[in-house]
């Protein structure tokens, strides 16, 4: 097996710049799958990362979003009165009742414009959030017309400085802060005063309640009657699980245009690393005679050619993945399917991804060489001495 491998090596070596070309070929299709793996990947791990496993968020029944979601004042006192809401040091129930609505910003070089997420929030909201750290500037002061921006609202859209002012809903909004939310989907929002937003959007419901969790772990009890509950017609989520919920169809979608055009570019990158293998088989033929006439099998043979083939496939899918993980330092930016808002995340490198991007790689390998490889397993020993 080891005198296998050093042949196997050998050969490609000996072809360097036929090894390097077929290779990079299969490292573009698998760049393209893992960059595309990745920006899944990214989106749903920032939505969920967004979310903590020790808070609940409360939702209209069959509403999918936010935004879709209706929560009267009565049903919200309701649910504030469940025994699982923890209390704040302050004895008060650790919860936050919020409105969730959007508006169009145009964004930083361009005329066009994108939906945002504006969030009323309550005076639990930050407690109930620790993830939120204030990086410049100051918090927004209740009851005021004041608001903060997420980081990356700040840097993908005009006129969202600190001090500037926006006109929405018909009144002029102060942006007094600027917070960071590291790489969740907060960073993407605009928060205000939860009864400001409520008067000027003329919303007189909210659209979902979050609160603590005195015992994750009686969750489920706490779901169970909310749920059957005829006063509520509401449905209660771990928050992680919401989010999770709102990055579905988009990495879906994702996912099935990365599979789309890597099995497009991956039959161009079998049928090149294929012509390589048939090339090799056609300028060693005296040299498979060799082979043979020593005592190798044909097994042996076939072994070796698929080693090799292999081998480009490898070396193939190293050269995609080094290049794709250069992309977790890109930012980028596009609307949500489900809440049509602008979600800035990051491409998201995982030992899973690299798993599948190397066994796609070994796959294509394998299909470029075994063809090639069955061709000079069963080649004739004495027609392939004679062409010496």
């Known amino acids: 097996m080891e005198l296998l491998l050093f042949y196997s090596l050998r050969n ?14 299969m490292g573009l299709v698998v760049f393209v799958f893992a960059a595309i793996i ?36 009565a049903q919200a006192g309701i649910v504030e009165s469940q025994p699982e809401v923890a209390l704040g040091q302050d004895g008060r129930p650790l919860l936050a009742r919020e409105v969730v609505v959007l508006i169009a910003l145009p964004k930083r070089g ?8 504006i969030r009323g929030i309550g005076p639990g909201s930050l407690a109930l959030r ?40 018909t009144r002029n909004w102060t942006i007094v802060g600027i917070f960071d939310a590291g790489k969740t989907g907060f960073s993407s929002e605009i928060w205000g005063d ?9 919303r007189p419901v909210y659209s979902s309640i979050l609160f ?22 509401l449905e209660a989520y771990l ?54 006439a020593l005592g190798f099998q044909r097994s042996n043979i076939l072994l070796a050619f698929l080693l090799e083939s292999l081998f480009l ?21 596009t609307t949500n399917f489900q809440t049509f808002s602008e979600l800035a995340f990051s491409f998201v490198l995982t030992p899973r991804i690299v798993m599948q991007a190397l066994a796609f790689a070994l796959i294509m390998g394998l299909l470029g060489g075994i063809l090639p490889a069955i061709r000079a397993a069963r080649m004739n020993l004495v027609e392939a001495l004679r062409e010496a």
């Open 130 to 169: 620790p993830q939120i750290k204030l990086i410049a500037g100051r918090l927004p002061q209740p009851g005021s017309t004041e608001i903060m921006v997420g980081q990356s609202v700040a840097q993908r859209f005009q006129g969202v400085e600190l001090g500037a002012s926006l006109n929405f809903a």
């Open 38 to 73: 990745m920006l899944a990947e990214g989106l749903q791990q920032t939505l969920v990362d967004t979310g903590s496993y020790d808070n609940a968020v409360i939702i209209r029944r069959s509403a999918e979003t936010e935004m879709q979601s209706t929560l009267y004042r």
């Open 239 to 292: 928050e992680p699980d919401y989010y999770r919920k709102q990055s579905e169809m988009m990495a879906t979608f994702l996912r099935i245009l990365g599979l789309s055009l890597t099995l497009i570019f991956s039959f161009g990158a079998v049928v090149g690393a294929m012509i390589t293998m048939y090339a090799a088989v056609a300028n060693r033929t005296t040299e498979i005679g060799t082979l043979r």
């Open 313 to 333: 496939g490898f070396l193939g899918g190293v050269l995609g993945l080094l290049c794709a993980s250069v992309l977790q330092v890109i930012s980028v930016s």
């Open 12 to 25: 490609l070596l000996a072809r360097r710049l036929t090894t390097l070309l077929t290779a990079g070929g």
């Open 194 to 202: 939860v009864d400001q937003l409520m008067q000027a959007f003329r």
């Open 212 to 233: 603590r969790l005195r015992d994750p772990g009686r969750f489920p009890d706490l779901k169970r009657r909310i749920e059957t509950d005829p006063r509520l017609t």
């Open 110 to 117: 361009s005329a066009s414009r994108t939906n945002v997420v």
